[in-house]
């Protein structure tokens, strides 16, 4: 069965970084479109980034120049490098795979940034 586990998040003061990760079990996902995904206290789940099989990448406009998504198919990984965190960030992220049948989650990584 595909399963996906996040790992990285954390408690950061505003303007630090973090890295989430998240691994990847049960399949090859090297031709899913891999993403990150958000959902803030009291707010709906929304897209952060997303990386095609084909490396394309697509961001949430609040977090483009600040967020990198990157995916290594060999490890089964996908990642998001987040820089200049701010308390709006602060979020569940849950790392997703999808294709035009298929929708697999992760269980979320919670991220909190607080002074």
């Known amino acids: 069965q595909a399963r996906l586990v996040e790992s990285g998040g954390g408690l950061v003061q505003p303007g630090d970084s973090l890295r989430l990760s998240c691994v990847g079990s049960g399949t090859s996902f090297s031709r899913w479109t891999m993403g990150w995904y958000r959902q803030g206290p009291g707010k709906q789940r929304e897209l952060v980034a997303a990386?095609?099989?084909?490396?394309?990448?697509n961001y949430l406009d609040s977090v483009k120049g600040r967020f990198t998504i990157s995916r290594d198919d060999s490890r089964n990984t996908v990642a998001l490098e987040m820089n200049n965190l701010k308390p709006e960030d602060t979020a569940v992220y849950y790392c997703n795979a999808r294709t035009a049948i298929d929708n697999v989650w992760g269980r979320g990584t919670q991220v909190t940034v607080s002074s």
């Open positions: 990386i095609t099989r084909g490396r394309m990448t």
